[in-house]
Protein backbone atom coordinates (compact mmCIF):
# COMPACT_ATOMS: atom_id res chain seq x y z
CA UNK A 1 0.00 0.00 0.00
CA UNK A 2 1.22 3.27 -1.08
CA UNK A 3 0.94 6.00 1.15
CA UNK A 4 3.39 9.85 1.76
CA UNK A 5 3.41 11.49 4.90
CA UNK A 6 5.06 15.11 5.01
CA UNK A 7 6.36 16.36 8.03
CA UNK A 8 7.76 20.10 9.40
CA UNK A 9 7.37 23.09 10.94
CA UNK A 10 4.17 24.55 10.87
CA UNK A 11 5.13 28.00 11.43
CA UNK A 12 8.43 29.89 9.73
CA UNK A 13 9.54 33.58 10.25
CA UNK A 14 9.69 35.67 6.84
CA UNK A 15 13.24 35.26 5.43
CA UNK A 16 13.96 32.06 6.89
CA UNK A 17 14.69 28.86 5.37
CA UNK A 18 11.85 25.97 5.45
CA UNK A 19 12.54 22.37 5.21
CA UNK A 20 9.88 19.99 5.04
CA UNK A 21 10.28 16.16 4.98
CA UNK A 22 8.39 13.53 2.72
CA UNK A 23 8.14 10.03 4.28
CA UNK A 24 7.50 7.33 2.11
CA UNK A 25 5.74 4.18 2.40
CA UNK A 26 4.95 1.16 0.60
CA UNK A 27 7.17 1.89 -2.63
CA UNK A 28 10.65 3.04 -3.74
CA UNK A 29 12.53 5.51 -5.02
CA UNK A 30 14.90 3.61 -6.03
CA UNK A 31 12.49 1.93 -8.63
CA UNK A 32 12.85 2.52 -12.38
CA UNK A 33 10.18 5.26 -13.63
CA UNK A 34 8.91 6.09 -9.99
CA UNK A 35 9.38 9.85 -8.97
CA UNK A 36 7.55 12.21 -6.33
CA UNK A 37 6.52 15.70 -6.73
CA UNK A 38 5.38 18.54 -4.56
CA UNK A 39 2.39 20.82 -4.97
CA UNK A 40 1.48 23.37 -2.36
CA UNK A 41 -1.62 25.40 -2.27
CA UNK A 42 -2.39 28.83 -0.36
CA UNK A 43 -5.95 28.78 1.91
CA UNK A 44 -9.19 29.24 -0.15
CA UNK A 45 -6.99 29.14 -3.81
CA UNK A 46 -5.35 26.95 -6.17
CA UNK A 47 -3.25 23.85 -6.17
CA UNK A 48 0.17 24.87 -7.38
CA UNK A 49 3.33 22.39 -8.57
CA UNK A 50 6.46 23.06 -7.02
CA UNK A 51 9.13 20.49 -7.73
CA UNK A 52 9.71 16.57 -8.69
CA UNK A 53 12.05 14.24 -8.10
CA UNK A 54 12.78 10.76 -10.26
CA UNK A 55 14.06 7.78 -9.74
CA UNK A 56 17.25 8.19 -11.50
CA UNK A 57 17.72 11.96 -9.52
CA UNK A 58 16.34 14.10 -12.34
CA UNK A 59 14.59 17.14 -10.60
CA UNK A 60 12.01 19.62 -12.69
CA UNK A 61 11.08 22.76 -10.90
CA UNK A 62 8.54 25.39 -10.98
CA UNK A 63 10.22 28.44 -13.23
CA UNK A 64 8.51 30.89 -11.17
CA UNK A 65 10.04 29.54 -7.78
CA UNK A 66 12.94 27.67 -8.97
CA UNK A 67 15.59 30.25 -7.71
CA UNK A 68 14.38 29.35 -4.27
CA UNK A 69 13.19 25.85 -4.23
CA UNK A 70 15.52 22.69 -3.88
CA UNK A 71 14.13 18.87 -4.19
CA UNK A 72 16.21 15.85 -2.85
CA UNK A 73 16.75 12.78 -1.55
CA UNK A 74 16.63 12.46 2.11
CA UNK A 75 19.70 10.71 3.93
CA UNK A 76 17.06 7.70 4.15
CA UNK A 77 15.92 5.82 1.14
CA UNK A 78 12.09 6.59 1.58
CA UNK A 79 12.73 10.32 2.32
CA UNK A 80 12.58 13.14 0.04
CA UNK A 81 13.14 16.79 1.32
CA UNK A 82 11.87 20.38 0.05
CA UNK A 83 13.92 23.42 1.09
CA UNK A 84 12.36 26.38 0.13
CA UNK A 85 14.33 29.82 0.81
CA UNK A 86 13.68 33.29 1.67
CA UNK A 87 10.18 32.45 3.20
CA UNK A 88 7.05 35.22 2.49
CA UNK A 89 3.84 35.64 4.16
CA UNK A 90 2.61 34.65 0.49
CA UNK A 91 3.95 31.17 0.99
CA UNK A 92 1.18 30.11 3.51
CA UNK A 93 -0.19 27.16 2.53
CA UNK A 94 -1.13 23.56 3.01
CA UNK A 95 2.41 21.43 1.60
CA UNK A 96 1.68 18.11 -0.11
CA UNK A 97 4.13 15.59 -1.24
CA UNK A 98 2.73 13.08 -4.00
CA UNK A 99 3.82 10.16 -5.95
CA UNK A 100 4.35 9.38 -9.65
CA UNK A 101 3.30 6.06 -11.45
CA UNK A 102 6.53 4.48 -12.58
CA UNK A 103 7.07 4.86 -16.91
CA UNK A 104 3.72 7.21 -16.95
CA UNK A 105 5.35 10.51 -15.39
CA UNK A 106 4.10 13.83 -14.90
CA UNK A 107 0.58 12.99 -12.67
CA UNK A 108 0.28 12.31 -9.25
CA UNK A 109 -2.01 9.34 -8.13
CA UNK A 110 -1.09 9.13 -4.26
CA UNK A 111 -0.83 12.33 -2.38
CA UNK A 112 0.08 12.34 1.49
CA UNK A 113 -2.31 14.21 4.00
CA UNK A 114 -0.41 17.59 3.55
CA UNK A 115 1.40 19.58 5.88
CA UNK A 116 -0.16 23.27 7.15
CA UNK A 117 2.73 26.24 6.56
CA UNK A 118 2.06 30.09 7.72
CA UNK A 119 4.45 32.29 7.28
CA UNK A 120 4.54 34.81 9.93
CA UNK A 121 6.88 36.79 12.03
CA UNK B 1 1.27 26.44 -19.99
CA UNK B 2 -0.96 28.35 -19.09
CA UNK B 3 -4.35 26.10 -18.08
CA UNK B 4 -7.78 27.97 -17.82
CA UNK B 5 -10.98 26.14 -16.40
CA UNK B 6 -14.35 27.07 -16.74
CA UNK B 7 -17.18 28.04 -14.94
CA UNK B 8 -15.05 28.80 -11.53
CA UNK B 9 -18.34 27.71 -10.14
CA UNK B 10 -21.07 25.15 -11.18
CA UNK B 11 -24.46 24.83 -8.97
CA UNK B 12 -26.00 21.88 -9.91
CA UNK B 13 -28.71 18.87 -8.55
CA UNK B 14 -28.07 15.59 -7.67
CA UNK B 15 -28.91 13.50 -10.89
CA UNK B 16 -27.69 15.83 -12.92
CA UNK B 17 -25.23 15.48 -15.95
CA UNK B 18 -22.06 18.17 -16.13
CA UNK B 19 -19.35 19.05 -17.97
CA UNK B 20 -16.71 21.27 -16.59
CA UNK B 21 -14.03 21.96 -19.54
CA UNK B 22 -10.19 22.74 -19.22
CA UNK B 23 -8.20 24.75 -21.97
CA UNK B 24 -4.60 24.97 -22.50
CA UNK B 25 -2.72 28.12 -23.74
CA UNK B 26 -0.92 25.56 -26.16
CA UNK B 27 -1.20 21.80 -27.20
CA UNK B 28 -0.98 19.41 -24.35
CA UNK B 29 -1.68 16.51 -26.87
CA UNK B 30 -3.75 14.13 -24.09
CA UNK B 31 -1.37 14.56 -21.82
CA UNK B 32 -3.68 16.13 -18.95
CA UNK B 33 -5.17 14.93 -15.70
CA UNK B 34 -8.70 15.46 -13.57
CA UNK B 35 -8.74 15.48 -9.85
CA UNK B 36 -11.18 16.20 -6.86
CA UNK B 37 -10.66 18.03 -4.20
CA UNK B 38 -12.91 18.03 -0.82
CA UNK B 39 -12.22 20.60 1.68
CA UNK B 40 -9.39 19.67 4.17
CA UNK B 41 -8.22 17.37 2.18
CA UNK B 42 -5.68 16.35 -0.24
CA UNK B 43 -7.08 15.82 -4.37
CA UNK B 44 -7.66 12.62 -5.78
CA UNK B 45 -6.64 11.55 -9.17
CA UNK B 46 -9.88 10.87 -11.28
CA UNK B 47 -8.32 10.63 -15.03
CA UNK B 48 -5.14 11.00 -16.31
CA UNK B 49 -4.27 10.78 -20.02
CA UNK B 50 -7.52 13.00 -20.90
CA UNK B 51 -9.37 9.86 -21.11
CA UNK B 52 -8.40 7.09 -18.79
CA UNK B 53 -10.24 6.39 -15.65
CA UNK B 54 -8.02 5.82 -12.41
CA UNK B 55 -8.69 2.25 -10.35
CA UNK B 56 -11.78 2.41 -8.26
CA UNK B 57 -13.06 5.84 -10.23
CA UNK B 58 -16.92 5.84 -10.60
CA UNK B 59 -17.83 4.96 -14.37
CA UNK B 60 -19.84 8.21 -13.92
CA UNK B 61 -16.66 10.48 -14.54
CA UNK B 62 -15.18 10.54 -18.30
CA UNK B 63 -12.82 12.85 -19.20
CA UNK B 64 -12.29 13.59 -23.19
CA UNK B 65 -10.52 16.03 -25.52
CA UNK B 66 -7.21 16.70 -26.85
CA UNK B 67 -4.36 19.69 -27.45
CA UNK B 68 -6.50 22.58 -26.41
CA UNK B 69 -9.45 21.56 -25.46
CA UNK B 70 -10.43 19.07 -22.50
CA UNK B 71 -13.74 18.07 -20.59
CA UNK B 72 -14.57 16.19 -17.19
CA UNK B 73 -18.46 15.14 -17.49
CA UNK B 74 -19.91 13.90 -14.52
CA UNK B 75 -23.18 11.61 -16.34
CA UNK B 76 -25.44 11.38 -13.05
CA UNK B 77 -24.40 13.62 -10.35
CA UNK B 78 -24.19 12.09 -6.64
CA UNK B 79 -23.84 13.52 -3.45
CA UNK B 80 -20.42 12.08 -2.88
CA UNK B 81 -19.41 14.66 -6.44
CA UNK B 82 -19.56 17.74 -5.12
CA UNK B 83 -16.21 19.12 -4.43
CA UNK B 84 -13.92 21.01 -6.65
CA UNK B 85 -11.67 20.18 -9.50
CA UNK B 86 -8.53 20.71 -10.85
CA UNK B 87 -7.25 19.77 -14.19
CA UNK B 88 -3.68 19.69 -14.85
CA UNK B 89 -0.96 19.07 -18.06
CA UNK B 90 2.02 17.46 -18.03
CA UNK B 91 2.72 17.47 -21.50
CA UNK B 92 6.16 19.50 -20.66
CA UNK B 93 8.80 19.76 -18.09
CA UNK B 94 6.86 22.31 -16.11
CA UNK B 95 3.37 21.30 -14.65
CA UNK B 96 0.34 23.02 -14.16
CA UNK B 97 -2.81 23.20 -12.28
CA UNK B 98 -5.86 25.11 -13.52
CA UNK B 99 -7.87 27.42 -11.22
CA UNK B 100 -10.38 24.72 -10.52
CA UNK B 101 -14.20 24.72 -10.99
CA UNK B 102 -16.18 24.67 -7.70
CA UNK B 103 -19.13 22.25 -7.82
CA UNK B 104 -22.22 22.86 -5.28
CA UNK B 105 -25.54 21.78 -4.57
Given at each position: QITLKESGPTLVKPTQTLTLTCTLSG??????GVGVGWIRQPPGKALEWLAVIYWDDVTRYSPSLKSRVTISKGTSENQVVLTMTN?????TGTYYCAHTKPADPGYFDYWGQGTPVTVSS | IQMTQSPATLSASVGDRVTLTCRASQSVDKWLAWYQQKPGKAPKLL????STLES????RFRGSGSGTEFALTISSLQPDDFATYYCQQYHTDVYTFGQGTKLEI
Open positions: FSLNTVMDPLD | IYKAGVPL
